[in-house]
């Protein structure tokens, strides 16, 4: 089944604790993307990779950091988490041919930042 | 910049009814897509309609249609024949059609549908 997982779905963190949000794709997309969904706010772009090794910041990229070393592998890192980063994360991801419209987003991440 | 404004944050319908949901965008592109997205609570982003913009025809899917008006650069969803699964928050989004290029999708504060048994 072509999917994008992400793990963990809920994360309950103090202010300073280094963490990690994995996301994995499946479908050998070259693109991929994280975003935060706050209320009244919609969703906005923190990162995104056009393929391996090739990265560039969103629209809200402090504080955040990631990499791109596999093709298939998109984690978000938070180096110092702060209450401010209390959020809902989706990541998603598409193949680079225009043809294709639809992003495919994985289930969200709950992440409370204390 | 290209912004996507929803200035209806909920709206409610009665079931069987047909509801319009309202959603805006600026840009000074030609080439882009317009999509609705629904998120139910599990809180998955799930795709409901997409249009092209050098397309005149409406998109349709089931009980699902677009009013696209691109001079006025508007972008409505009318939903047919309400159910109570179709309650949840609605985004309407906007990216660009380039390729190679970074395919952010520009998101509409959102709204949050109702519907009444």
């Known amino acids: 089944e072509a999917q994008v997982t992400q793990n963990p779905r809920y994360l309950i963190t103090v202010t300073g604790k280094k963490l990690t949000v994995t996301c994995s794709q499946n479908m050998n997309h070259e693109y991929m993307s994280w975003y935060r969904q706050d209320p009244g706010l919609g969703l906005r772009q923190i990162y995104y990779s056009m393929n391996v090794e090739v990265t560039d910041k969103g629209d809200v990229p402090e504080g955040y950091k990631v990499s791109r070393k596999e093709k298939r592998n998109f984690p978000l890192i938070l180096e110092s988490p702060s209450p401010n980063q209390t959020s809902l994360y989706f990541c998603?991801?598409?193949?680079?041919?225009?043809?294709?419209?639809?992003?495919?987003f994985g289930p969200g991440t709950r992440l409370t930042v204390t | 910049a290209q912004t996507v404004t929803q200035s209806q944050p909920e709206m409610s319908v009665q079931e069987a009814e047909t509801v319009t949901l309202s959603c805006t965008y600026d840009t000074s592109e030609s080439d882009y897509y317009l999509f609705w997205y629904k998120q139910p609570p599990s809180r998955q982003m799930i795709l409901v309609i997409r249009q092209e913009a050098y397309k005149q025809q409406n998109a349709t899917e089931n009980r699902f249609s677009v009013n696209f008006q691109k001079a006025a650069k508007s972008f409505s969803l009318k939903i047919s024949d309400s159910q109570l699964g179709d309650a949840a928050m609605y985004f309407c989004?906007?990216?660009?059609?380039?390729?190679?290029?970074?395919?952010?999708?520009?998101f509409g504060k959102g709204i949050t549908l109702s519907v009444r048994p």
């Open positions: 998603a991801s598409r193949p680079r041919d225009r043809s294709t419209y639809e992003q495919y």
């Open positions: 989004a906007y990216r660009l059609g380039i390729t190679g290029a970074n395919s952010k999708l520009t």
